[in-house]
């Protein structure tokens, strides 16, 4: 019999190659074990994912309660279920008079394809504009709008119509015009390493599009539901966006996400025509049951008032050290650059050998990703610290010439 080891490396479909997989059989808070008993610390909540920590009871409740009533039951839209309605409302609570009506559906990349179908039908244009190292999924609307040619290339011919301005760069929103649908932005930019928007640029890209009647969107996926110390990132500036796109954190572990925009907004996806976006499990009952109880339990927690002081900590202690070059910070997502890309190369290897789960940046090859979940305490960020600091001391060891 194979083992699962070899069952993974010869029926999974990969999106990359893995030379060592481990086989993680359990998960609790930060941590994650293996079949061999072994523990791991979670640095990166699943790309963002589980803000509340792996396995919280009350999560696990409400996914056991909704899956005992029932699960699936018809296409999205025709019937009430309450898991759905009753967390639209909660989203809506937590959000400005203008993004009042949520879409649920699957992922994140789905989330970006509905944002881009009702900017297109909302402003009855074509042209679409995203960013320079900015990573949005990867369907084929969301990698049209993919800040990277060499991801992008390999799937040509993509969407048409499409431009691709740099980030904080004010004099480039003057390509934002009169033919523009939509605008598509991460209010901090997570793939590119943490880059965090210059003071005014996001107010400046506000007033461009109003200008121009182009409809921002804002891709919260990675950043939104706490993780930068607000509950939404776009709360740090003074900024709203036309349609708010939502996902991994979204679902307290489960697969979910949303488009949010304004009810009139949203009506164009009803009429003409009618069935504009239709997904079968946007919006699962059980997803959208964590999704309410991983709210609940960021804001009963108070996860986000505390989630730039566990930051700071991180980057206070991890700023002093050799190697370290800059710690670009928001929250709990740090991005922590070192001085080179091969000593980058070798930390990587150090973290999996001391089992920390760290992860790298799409489009930043010397910068390295802390993103734990924001149930972490005070004693498991200095644990998690110290073997950082151990692991940077041996790659620096390690790459001395
Ligand atoms: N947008 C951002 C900023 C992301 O980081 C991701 C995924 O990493 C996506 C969109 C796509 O989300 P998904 O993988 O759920 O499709």
Redesign the pocket.
């Known amino acids: 019999m194979l083992s699962n080891r070899q069952l993974f490396s010869r029926y999974m479909g990969l999106p990359s190659v893995v030379n060592e997989p481990v086989e993680i059989v359990g998960a609790k808070g930060i941590h994650l074990y293996d079949d061999a008993g072994n523990e791991y610390i979670d640095l990166v909540s699943g790309?963002?994912v589980s803000n509340v920590g792996h396995a919280h009871t009350e999560v696990i409740e409400a996914v056991r309660k909704q899956s005992e009533q029932y699960m699936h039951l018809m296409v999205y839209g025709k019937f009430v279920q309450a898991p759905q309605v009753m967390l639209a409302e909660r989203l809506a609570s937590l959000l400005p008079e203008k993004l009042r009506s949520v879409y649920f559906v699957n992922?994140?990349?789905?989330?970006?394809e509905g944002a881009i179908k009702l900017a297109r039908r909302v402003s009855g244009r074509t042209e679409l504009i995203g960013f320079q190292n900015?990573?949005?999924?990867?369907?084929m609307g969301?990698l049209s709008l993919l800040g990277n040619e060499h991801l992008k290339n390999a799937f040509r011919p993509l969407l048409p119509d499409t431009r691709m301005l740099q980030f904080n760069n004010i004099k480039a929103l003057e390509q934002i015009t009169e033919r523009t649908a939509c605008v598509l932005i991460?209010p901090i930019q997570?793939?590119a390493g943490i880059i965090l928007p210059a003071p005014g640029y996001l107010e400046a890209l506000r007033v461009r599009c109003n200008e121009t009647g182009a409809l921002l969107i804002f891709?919260?996926?990675?950043?939104g539901m706490g993780r930068t110390g607000k509950m939404f990132a776009f709360e740090h500036s003074s900024v709203v966006p036309d349609i708010l796109?939502l996902?991994?954190a979204l679902g307290g572990g489960m697969?979910l996400?949303a488009f949010i925009s304004s009810a009139e907004n949203m009506s164009r996806l009803t009429y003409e025509p009618e069935l504009g976006h239709i997904t079968t499990f946007g919006g699962h009952p059980v997803c959208c049951a964590a999704s309410m109880a991983a709210i609940e339990v960021i804001v009963k927690n108070k996860l986000i008032e505390d989630a730039d002081r566990k930051g700071k900590m991180f980057a206070e202690e991890l700023i002093q050290l050799n190697g370290v070059k800059e710690i670009r910070q928001a929250g709990l997502m740090l991005g922590v650059e070192l001085i080179d890309e091969s000593l980058t190369d070798v930390i990587m290897h150090e973290f999996s050998l001391n089992r920390l789960i760290v992860d790298r940046f799409l489009f930043n090859p010397t910068t390295f990703r802390i993103a734990p979940p924001l149930t972490i305490t005070d004693h498991e960020i200095s644990k998690s610290v110290q073997l950082i600091k151990k692991c940077l001391f041996n790659a620096i060891n390690k790459t001395k010439p």
């Open positions: 790309v963002s992922s994140g990349s789905e989330a970006i900015a990573y949005h999924g990867g369907s969301a991460e997570a793939e891709d919260e996926i990675q950043m796109c996902a991994k697969p996400g």
